[in-house]
């Protein structure tokens, strides 16, 4: 059973990696509109430059503090990228600190990806 559907605009880099399977996990702030998500649910993605779209169920999501923590976490590759370092370079230029503060951060697993041993992550409480 598919459940909700969510609409998350994003930029023609990263919509480019979503549609051609490199990236399998998005990551971005856990503002309020995130809380409602759960497994199951469709992800419509949309260029924001030329409002094509495309769909993602949802797979699993995580929480993390800070991108930090997250970035340490989980393989770059997973997130569409080569390296950590090109992570963080990202994401300090679309998100604030205080905004990353306010909110913390979320791993939407929107592929399943491959991966070769389970790590146990320290869990967030979702109901704040």
Not at 12 to 25: E, M, Q, T
Not at 85 to 91: D, F
Not at 121 to 128: F, P
Request: charged share 30%.
């Amino acid at each position: 059973m598919v459940g909700y559907r969510h609409k998350i605009e994003v930029y023609p880099f990263s919509y480019n990696k979503i549609l051609g399977g490199k990236r399998k996990i998005d990551i971005r702030p856990y503002k309020k509109n995130l809380h409602n998500m759960h497994i199951g649910d469709m992800i419509e993605y949309v260029n924001l430059e030329t409002h094509t779209v495309t769909l993602k169920e949802v797979k699993g999501i995580a929480l993390f503090n800070d991108f930090e923590t997250l970035i340490k976490m989980l393989d770059p590759k997973l997130i569409g990228y080569d390296t950590r370092e090109e992570i963080e370079v990202r994401v300090e230029r679309m998100y604030s600190k205080d905004e990353v503060s306010e909110y913390g951060v979320c791993a939407i697993f929107i592929d399943e990806p491959h991966v070769k041993h389970v790590m146990n992550l320290k869990c967030i409480d979702r109901s704040a």
